[in-house]
T-cell receptor, first 115, second 116 residues
């Protein structure tokens, strides 16, 4: 079974600064997807960024980018130019190509953005 | 596109009664839907996976007779909490995957269930 570990229960960042959220995972599969989701106080899950394991290039979405290290099974999220609206709980998730497409989520990191 | 709705958004019920939560994919067909439970400030816990026209697959430790899941069509899945008790109070979230594109999950806004 796959496991996803987020070692930082809480993080804080100053507005306009950069912050990196950590995520490691364990799997024996070679093909899979990795995701970062944002869950604001409304509790609606919002997709931040997606990475396909077969792609070596790190995914980027505007101010959000990942550092995907497949051999190390590491998938960190970098938020640049942090904004007050970035404050939320962030979940790292692993999704298998097989196993009915189930996702495994980390425990989450609560990000606070200070003005 | 790819919108998933849940109804109701909040529900309060008395202990011993049953409550049904609907999950709909509004603008796409969903072969697979997932039901999660989330406690405050905790992660999402997968309860079951439902595929249209077949029985749901429950995760270990989830009581299938208590949490009845029906995936009647490619756009609707329902979760019925039977004989609810206060410990069933939680936030329930569904997600759906497009037919033929299983790499993406689209999440509903969640339903807050309070059992008194």
């Amino acid at each position: 079974a796959q496991t996803v570990t987020q070692s930082q229960p809480e993080m804080s960042v100053q507005e306009a600064e950069t912050v990196t959220l950590s995520c490691t995972y364990d799997t024996s599969e070679s093909d899979y997807y990795l995701f970062w989701y944002k869950q604001p106080p409304s509790r609606q899950m919002i997709l931040v960024i997606r990475q396909e394991a077969y792609k070596q290039q790190n995914a980027t979405e505007n101010r959000f980018s990942v550092n995907f290290q497949k051999a190390a099974k590491s998938f960190s999220l970098k938020i640049s130019d942090s904004q007050l609206g970035d404050a939320a709980m962030y979940f790292c998730a692993y999704r298998s190509f097989t196993n009915a497409g189930k996702s495994t989520f980390g425990d989450g990191t609560t990000l606070t953005v200070k003005p | 596109g790819a919108v998933v709705s849940q109804h109701p958004s909040r529900v309060i019920c008395k202990s011993g009664t049953s409550v049904k939560i609907e999950c709909r994919s509004l603008d796409f067909q969903a072969t697979t839907m997932f039901w999660y439970r989330q406690f405050p400030k905790q992660s999402l816990m997968l309860m079951a996976t439902s595929n249209e026209g077949s029985k749901a697959t429950y995760e270990q430790g989830v009581e299938k007779d208590k949490f009845l899941i029906n995936h009647a069509s490619l756009t609707l899945s329902t979760l019925t909490v039977t004989s609810a008790h206060p410990e069933d109070s939680s936030f329930y979230i569904c997600s759906a995957s497009r037919t033929g594109a299983t790499y993406e999950q689209y999440f509903g806004p969640g339903t807050r269930l309070t059992v008194t």
